[in-house]
Every structure is written in C-alpha cells, then in structure tokens.
C-alpha cells in the first residue's frame, strides 16, 4: 500500500464537492478545532473560508510563533544541469526548447558553492533537470563530496530514484529531498508532461516514501501552482503529507508552494493562483500541519515575501539563480524560469531583522546524529 493506493480512495470529483459543500459553521469548527484533520483542512480551504482568511492568518502566526519562534531558514538553489529528456509545458529546461545548456563538472560545481558560501549559507539545495546519464548517481556523490565541507546540510531536487540510490546519497551526505507532485490530478498530469520518464504518475507520487525509507532527514513535496484548481490540489497535498507523516515520522516534512512563472514555450497557467489565493493555501497548511516546514522561494515578490515572514513561512530561498553557473559563471546556460525577487541574501536578512525575526543560516549539523 503506497499513497497511490490511498489517493484512489479520493476521486477528484468528490473532493471538489466535499470544498464546495462547506459552509461557514464548518470553517468556524475548524477554526476552532485544536487537533485539526482532512476534514478540518478541507473547510478552511473552502470557499466558505474565504471571508474569514484574516483569522486563518492571525492563528497561523500565532501557531508559527509558538513553535519556530521568531525564526527564518535561509537556504540558496545550486543548479547543476539544465539538461532534461523531459517535456513538460511550463518549464524551459523542456527538452523539445531550443536553450543553451550546460552541465557543471565537480569543480565548477564547488566553485558555485564556495560562492553560495561566501554569501552565508549553510544549507544548499542542488537542482538539475531530469537526465540521468548528465547528473548520474555517481556524478552526484562526487558533488556531494565536495561540497560538504562548505555545507552543514545538503538537499536535492534532482529526478526520482531508486531507494537504494537514495540510500547511498544519504550515506554520502544529503539529508534533505524535494520532490514536487506538480499537480495530483492525473489527467492534467498527462496533458502537461508530454514525454520522459516524468509521464509516469505513480513513479514520481511514490518517490517521497522511497525518500523516507533510505532515511532522508527531510522531505520537501508541493504541487505547481497553476496547472488545476489550487483548493483541490492543495486537498491533495494535504492528504499526501498526512499519509507521509504517518509512515515516515522520522522525517520532517516541508512543504513548497512554487506558483508558476514565465518561462520559454510561453505557457500560460489554466488556473491562475492569486497572491490572496496563495496566503489562503499557505497559512490553512499551517493550520494542518502545526509542525510541518512550510517553503516560500523567490518565485514570489517581495512584497508578497515581505508580508508572509511573519505568517507561517518558516524558510525561504534568496539571492537566486535558476541556471547552472549562475552565479559564477554566467551565460553558460539559460534560466529555467524567471525569479521575482532579485534581491541579495544580505538585503533579505536586513528585511527579516526588520520585522523582529532572525535570519537562520544554518539549523542543522551532522554531528547531531553522530
Ligand atoms: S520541470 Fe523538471 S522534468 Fe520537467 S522539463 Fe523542467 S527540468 Fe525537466
């Protein structure tokens, strides 16, 4: 039994009637409720919840503050390949889109972290596109291997593997997995991943649970903001991390919610996701998942990462580049998508001390579990 198995006991259609079937003496439980299920989770998703999102708001700060206190991870992309024998519509990587590519050696690829380094990060998250023959197994042990010495802790967000794969990157020295869903409906899924490896649904839902079991510390999901109808699909989500804090309860589990940006092939998102739609989904996680890590990257504005510091984020990227060698070596490969918060790691720090947080740099050791 995987969560594939669970999510077909959840017909897209019925979760969709189950949103619109709540009213406001629902979200009013929920919002009252101190142990809070799907069932909780779905009314404050709810159209019926939409006048009430100032109070969803103010308890998610409150939740975040009594337990992350007035903290904010930092953490920085490293991308090493923009090489993909995917297809997927959104995204510029696409390997029918005729971009400049590049994949950095080992050394280039220290020489981008020693850069990341010198800005203050301590963790890094390493991204490539799908290609296994670029961004191999061994590749990325060789990676790993020069980058620990900069880093206290190292993630992924690379293709889906094999446990056993997972296991040796884990012994290496990554701690931390993103995976993200994009979207769990499988018929949308279908129409926007046109060929690859990435066409098969089960294969990438499942991948966070083999994560799990080969012992990641933390595991990152989320769904692409864009593609379906974000209260459906943040149900989903929510069902996902649920079942994955069941089973995998060793792990913490983050949460991402990358909104869709311009990127080459031009596609525009079916479902376009608001800024109020995204404080919405953002601050009812919290809610959900008092515990859980919740993710916000420089996809968004400042403005809008400005005002969710204080609402249940609890780490955010800064300063980043989306190709391989964007940060030192410019104009070897073209971006995956545009960012919209340019500013620097320093200048966002400054904005995080300004509202009374602390910027964390570094929230894990190895040495914890020696
Ligand atoms: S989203 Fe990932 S898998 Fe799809 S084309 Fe882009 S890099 Fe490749």
Not at 123 to 146: F, I, T, W
Not at 279 to 288: A, D, G, Q, Y
Request: overall charge neutral.
């Amino acid at each position: 039994m995987t969560f594939f198995d669970e999510m077909q006991r959840h017909p897209w259609a019925r979760v969709r009637e189950a949103l619109m079937g709540c009213t406001t003496a629902d979200v009013k439980q929920a919002l009252s409720s101190t142990r809070r299920g799907i069932r909780e989770m779905i009314s404050l998703l709810s159209p019926a919840a939409d006048p009430m999102l100032e109070e969803i708001a103010w308890q998610a700060q409150t939740l975040t503050r009594q337990r992350f206190g007035r903290t904010m991870g930092l953490f920085a992309p490293l991308y090493l390949s923009s090489s993909c024998t995917n297809s997927c519509v959104y995204c510029s990587f696409n390997t029918a889109n005729p971009i400049r590519r590049l994949t950095l050696n080992p050394d280039q690829a220290r020489t981008e972290g020693a850069y990341l380094h010198d800005q203050g990060f301590r963790h890094v998250l390493l991204v490539s596109g799908e290609d296994r023959k670029a961004v191999g197994p061994d590749y990325l042990v060789e990676v790993v291997r020069q980058l620990r010495p900069l880093f206290d802790s190292i993630s992924i967000e690379i293709y889906p593997m094999k446990t056993d794969e997972y296991r040796k990157l884990a012994e290496n020295g990554v701690d931390g997995l993103a995976v993200y869903q994009e979207t769990y409906n499988t018929l949308h899924y279908d129409q926007v991943h046109r060929a690859g490896r990435k066409r098969d649904f089960r294969w990438r839902l499942e991948t966070p649970e083999r994560g799990g079991e080969a012992g990641f510390r933390r595991i990152g999901i989320g769904a692409l903001l864009g593609l379906s109808d974000w209260r459906i699909e943040a149900a989903f989500l929510a069902l996902h991390a649920r079942y994955l804090m069941r089973r995998h309860w060793r792990s913490q589990l983050t949460i991402s919610f990358p909104r869709l940006r311009p990127a080459v092939g031009g596609y525009c998102p079916p479902c376009p996701v608001t800024d109020r739609d995204l404080v919405h989904m953002l601050t009812s996680f919290r809610l959900f998942l008092p515990d859980g890590g919740l993710l916000l990257s420089t996809r968004e504005s400042p403005l809008l990462r400005d005002h969710m510091i204080s609402l249940g984020v609890t780490s955010m990227s800064a300063g980043s580049r989306t190709e391989p060698g964007g940060y030192t070596q410019r104009a070897g490969s073209d971006e995956q998508f545009q960012i919209s918060d340019h500013r620097n790691p320093d200048e966002i720090a400054d904005v995080i001390r300004g509202q009374g947080y602390e910027p964390v740099w570094k929230d894990w050791d190895a040495e914890f579990v020696r």
